[in-house]
């Protein structure tokens, strides 16, 4: 029997993981190739700082990326989890590392915009009824007891 395509929803579930990913992955990239430049300038957050939450957050991106195409059930909550945590690390990175910009209120809708589409598309009733089907395909694993 074919699998049914994936739901429009997922897939843009599918494509904020992406981002977040690539965007942890070039984080990390950078950061290995300047981190001369970096330490030059005297950067405000240390190459450590960096170089880990780039590869946190590839490392997570991926996880997530198999969990939504493998259709886990902890996948949807999962990516949701993910861009909230990604807005407090840009929110705190802004705030308390970074220079005052005058761009405030266009941060602060496209961040309350970024969060209503992450949860809209979560709690759609295609990407809960996407996921859910994982577990129905599934065989229980069945236990000998020939020895």
């Known amino acids: 029997m074919p699998e049914k395509r994936r739901p429009f929803g997922v897939t843009l579930l599918l494509g904020m993981v992406l981002l977040l990913t690539a965007w942890g992955a070039t984080r990390f990239a950078a950061v290995l190739r300047w981190q001369d430049v970096l330490a030059e300038f005297d950067s405000s957050l240390s190459v450590l700082y960096l170089l880990a939450t780039g590869a946190g957050w590839g490392a997570a991106g991926g996880v997530l990326v198999f969990g939504i195409l493998r259709r886990k059930r902890w996948a949807a909550a999962g990516a949701f989890t993910a861009v909230i945590l990604w807005l407090v690390e840009y929110w705190v990175e802004r705030l308390f590392f970074e220079t005052s910009r005058a761009n405030l209120p266009f941060a602060l809708t496209v961040s ?14 295609r990407t809960q009824s996407y996921f859910a089907k994982s577990e129905a395909h599934e065989q229980p694993v069945e236990k000998s007891n020939s020895a």
């Open 112 to 125: 309350a915009l970024l969060i209503a589409l992450a949860g809209t598309l979560t709690n759609l009733p």
